[in-house]
């Protein structure tokens, strides 16, 4: 997982966006770590999954990744990048999925 992917992560949540989770689970089934399983991607999973993925990361590294292709500006909101932030932002997406 690349920095510029939680980057947007993050600009898709600040516009309210949600994923299709129907497009999502297919696409999934096909290609990648659930190819060929039978996930049932909801809110709930998504949530854990995500959640799991952002304890494992080494958030040292992600920031690293992206930085090179942020403007000077938002590269001081890296120092905010970590797993509290993640979570928080996990969560709200939840919430969104729930309404």
């Known amino acids: ?12 949540l600040r516009r309210s966006t949600v994923p299709n989770l129907v497009h999502l689970q297919h696409a999934l089934q096909q290609s990648g770590p659930f190819a060929g399983k039978e996930v049932v991607v909801d809110a709930v999973w998504l949530q854990q999954v995500l959640a799991e993925r952002i304890r494992s990361l080494d958030w040292a590294e992600v920031v690293r990744d992206v930085e090179p292709f942020l403007h000077q500006t938002e590269r001081r909101s890296l120092g905010l990048w970590g797993p509290a932030l993640f979570t928080e932002r996990t969560e709200n997406l939840y919430r969104l999925l729930l309404n």
């Open 1 to 12: 997982m690349k920095g510029r992917d939680w980057y947007d992560f993050l600009w898709y």
